[in-house]
């Protein structure tokens, strides 16, 4: 084929993607490629909450439900990227023409839906030194490069847990896969994943423990400026099967990779859901100064026992100071979508309080 075949081709492509564009300007189709000293990462499941977001801290979305044209134009107006997610069974990567054609496939589809990037979140058991360990450094590396050379400007993120230390057996080569991307998104909750002593209700993330994870990883000598501080807009509602006088909460014993017990044995609950259930507690909102995590409860129709613990705002900022303390790159929240967006005026503040504790205390 010629070179000139070759040149009409191209144009012809542009063209076609121009055509296709579902925004009201075909300028926000163009790719997001400026950097933001500090970033807010933002998790997005669905639905259309995300027309009430705080767009002057918004810098990435991660569109983690259907694709939605109209968030991608939206987001683009204000300046910030929107990403694929990318989740794939690592048995499946081992072998490098899988790798190749799951990552041509993500980014072809990034570029058919006018997308600035993926994160990539696989949150599964890997040991050490497997063939699944050494095909995921593999998987980010080239998906990094891939991205960034059809796509300038790309922003390739991976999720990591709460610590490096094997957490659910997922003992990664952190310091590779931090290398090879562009952003670490560390998922600090869900902290009681594994319980190895007493079965009881506890915070979903202690200030003290989130705050060593991140010594951990900066330890390893994980790039400051690479990582995210995630923190949770949800609690965990624990039925308590011992209440004790001193107001301990026993929870059921529910096994999870390894360990005896576990946060399974309860279940999540959104941030607007919590504000709402505190009102027709038996306590009122406590606050336990040890986890720096705030708590109440209640009983439910038959009379048991709950216990609920959460992140509000005073608990947020102090996780979110973490950015400044540590120099870290910024913070972001799993998900954006679960907090009250209704015009009730109690609900707007509270909501607007979340989004202020981004910034810290």
């Known amino acids: 084929m010629s070179p000139f075949v070759l040149l009409m081709l191209s144009w012809m492509m542009v063209a076609v993607r121009a055509g296709d564009c579902p925004c009201e300007s075909p300028q926000l189709c163009q790719q997001i490629r400026a950097e933001r000293e500090f970033e807010v990462f933002v998790f997005d499941v669905g639905k259309k909450t995300w ?44 072998d490098p023409g899988n790798r190749t054609a ?37 998987l980010v590396k080239e998906t990094t490069e891939m991205f960034h050379q059809e796509i300038p400007g790309s922003q390739v993120s991976f999720d990591v847990a709460w610590s490096p230390k094997c957490i659910d057996k997922r003992c990664y080569d952190y310091v590779t896969i931090a290398e090879s991307c562009d952003l670490v998104f560390v998922m600090s909750y869900d902290e009681q994943s594994q319980i190895t002593g007493d079965c009881i209700a506890m915070a979903n993330a202690p200030i003290a423990q989130t705050t060593e994870a991140y010594d951990l990883y900066l330890n390893l000598s994980v790039d400051r400026n690479k990582l995210l501080v995630g923190v949770p807009w949800y609690g965990y509602d624990y039925p308590c099967i011992n209440f004790s006088l001193e107001g301990v909460c026993t929870i059921p014993k529910v096994p999870f990779r390894g360990a005896p017990c576990s946060d399974a044995a309860g279940k999540q609950k959104p941030y607007s859901w919590i504000v709402k ?81 981004l910034l810290g205390c």
């Open 51 to 94: 027309k009430w977001y705080d767009w002057d801290l918004v810098t990435t979305v991660a569109m983690f439900g259907e694709y939605d044209a109209e968030l991608m134009c939206y987001a683009h107006s204000k300046g910030a990227r929107v990403v694929l997610k990318g989740d794939v069974p690592l048995s499946n990567m081992v």
């Open 102 to 138: 799951w990552i041509t496939e993500k980014l072809n589809l990034a570029k058919s839906q006018f997308m600035d990037g993926i994160n990539i979140d696989i949150e599964q058991a890997v040991d050490e030194n497997s063939p699944e360990y050494f095909a995921l450094n593999s």
């Open 277 to 357: 259930q505190i009102n027709s507690s038996i306590s009122g909102r406590l606050w336990d100064d040890n986890q720096k995590a705030p708590y109440f409860n209640y009983k439910d129709p038959t009379g048991q026992i709950h216990q609920v613990w959460y992140d509000d705002p005073e608990s947020l900022c102090l996780k979110a100071n973490l950015v400044k303390l540590k120099g870290l790159r910024g913070i972001g929240m799993w998900n954006g979508n679960i907090l009250d967006y209704s015009d009730d005026p109690v609900a707007r503040q509270q909501t607007a309080m979340m989004w202020k504790a």
